[in-house]
């Protein structure tokens, strides 16, 4: 239990770096499509352009939780280095659970993607 603080600023030092990195990565590879502007672009989109537009969005949204899922591995491997740590032991567990969910959906978001590839690849009718 005295080692529980240590593992814990391992944990938040990790997470920490993680989300300056993810904040920096995300902000640069979506800041030509905000939110409101996706949906919008979403509900309307007719045109290639509309639909490579879209698949970069879910590409960097999938590049997202690519990178939360590695965070959260990082968070499992420094709390299971002390498994006599309960409290340790129960956020790895957690952590690998977040992670795996956070690679299904950059699963997701890649094949939506390239549903929207496929479509700006047709001739326009």
Same mark, same amino acid.
């Given at each position: $239990?005295?080692?529980? #603080? ?7 030092? +990790? $997470? @920490?770096?993680? @989300?300056?990195?993810?904040? +920096?990565?995300? %902000? ?26 879209? %698949?970069? /969005? /879910?590409?960097a ?21 002390n #498994? ?13 659970? /977040? ?5 299904e959906?950059?699963?997701? @978001?890649?094949? @939506? ?9 047709? #001739?326009?009718?």
């Open positions: $239990m005295k080692d529980f #603080p240590r593992v814990f600023s391992w944990i938040a030092a +990790a $997470m @920490l770096v993680g @989300l300056v990195a993810l904040g +920096a990565g995300v %902000a640069a590879q979506t800041a030509k499509l905000t939110d409101a502007q996706f949906k919008e672009l979403a509900k309307s989109a007719k045109t290639t352009n509309d639909h490579v537009k879209l %698949a970069a /969005y /879910y590409r949204h999938a590049a997202e939780h690519e990178a939360d899922a590695k965070l959260h591995d990082e968070i499992v491997t420094l709390s299971r280095k #498994p006599t740590d309960d409290q340790a032991w129960e956020l790895g567990r957690a952590a690998a659970h /977040y992670a795996e969910h956070s690679r959906a950059a699963e997701a @978001l890649r094949d @939506l993607a390239v549903v929207h590839d496929g479509i700006a690849q047709k #001739p326009a009718k």
